[in-house]
């Protein structure tokens, strides 16, 4: 469960600010993502400033508190004794992690549990995608085809995501996705083989759907996976 | 000549399992999968003869063939 700390300390905000800057923000931001800390804010008050600590935990925070290191660059800054008050956080939300869980979704319902239906709900009516292998497509409809082409093309798609990262409204996503050839696709009769491909892309999300996507798979090694393209020598024989 | 690299993953030529190249040698092919792969290029085939044999088996004939091999079948 994740708690959020706030502590108060009176004084100069200003002054307080580049103390801390000096002192304390090095070592925190070596040692807080060891015990979990997730963010960290810094609010200006009437009589100094609250720094409102989010962590994963309790326990993360108190082992944060015990560090020798930390220990010492509290010494050091001089800060007077601080007032401490910690919360149990009952919900986040934030524009990244919205884009995060949308990303998701889309992997986990509408690619591999073909819920085409969620398509609607997740991609914005202007939503434009840009793919080298697949080219431009525009709104729910083009992406719902996307996922069609390639449904008709593999039975059981399992899309997996291995890295997801956002910042503001941009989601960066690496995936996995896997699948059994069973239907024709680019021109190429069905071979029961199944491929593996990984893939990036960057989208873009707002009012909590996507509205661009720019993307890049593995179409090469899709293809010689097919036996479209040669590859060398076979995994197994 | 340029030669293009291997892709991480590859189909097992046996079975059609897509297979980690780090992992392959360890590779043992399903029963069933390598069945099903090797059914896979005559499926057609395999439809148009169930679907002949289900309308014969549904003829006066194929009923009557069926009635005859199951008395033939039965012990005396």
Redesign the interface.
């Known amino acids: 469960m994740a708690v959020l700390s706030v502590m108060s300390i009176q004084g100069n905000p200003d002054e307080l600010l580049a103390r801390m800057e000096a002192t304390l923000d090095p070592v925190a931001a070596r040692k807080a993502p060891q015990y979990g800390g997730i963010s960290s804010t810094v609010v200006r008050t009437d009589d100094g400033i609250k720094i409102l600590n989010l962590w994963e935990t309790e326990e993360g925070r108190h082992r944060m508190a015990d560090d020798p290191d930390v220990q010492d660059a509290i010494r050091a800054s001089g800060f007077p004794e601080p007032s401490f008050t910690g919360y149990e956080v009952l919900t986040i939300r934030s524009g990244a992690e919205g884009a995060k869980a949308i990303e998701r979704r889309i992997a986990d319902e509408v690619w591999t549990k073909g819920k085409l239906d969620l398509i609607e709900e997740l991609i914005a009516p202007e939503f434009v995608g840009t793919s080298p292998t697949d080219g431009e497509f525009h709104g729910p409809d083009g992406f719902r085809q996307l996922v069609e082409r390639y449904h008709s093309a593999f039975s059981g798609v399992e899309m997996r995501i291995e890295r997801l990262v956002a910042e503001g409204d941009w989601v960066a996503t690496n995936w996995t996705a ?1 699948g ?1 050839h ?1 239907g024709e696709l680019m021109g190429i009769a ?9 893939g990036m892309q960057f989208s873009r999300v707002r009012d909590g759907k996507l509205v661009e996507s720019h993307g890049l798979f ?1 179409a ?3 293809l ?2 097919l036996g479209a ?9 | 000549m340029f ?12 079975c ?6 780090e992992t ?2 360890q ?1 043992v092919c399903d029963d069933e999968r390598r069945h ?2 090797d059914l ?2 005559v499926r057609h085939e395999v439809e148009l003869f169930e679907n002949e044999l289900s309308a014969w088996l549904d003829s006066p004939t194929g009923r009557f063939e069926q009635y005859d091999a199951e008395r033939r079948r039965r012990p005396r």
Do not use: I, K, N, W
């Open positions: 896997r059994t069973t069905p071979t029961s083989r199944e491929a593996t491909v990984t593995d090469l090694g899709m010689q996976q393209v040669p590859a060398g020598a076979p995994a197994h024989a | 030669a293009l690299p291997p892709p991480r993953h590859m189909p097992c030529d046996s059609g399992e897509s297979l980690r190249a392959a040698a590779h099903r792969y896979f290029p």
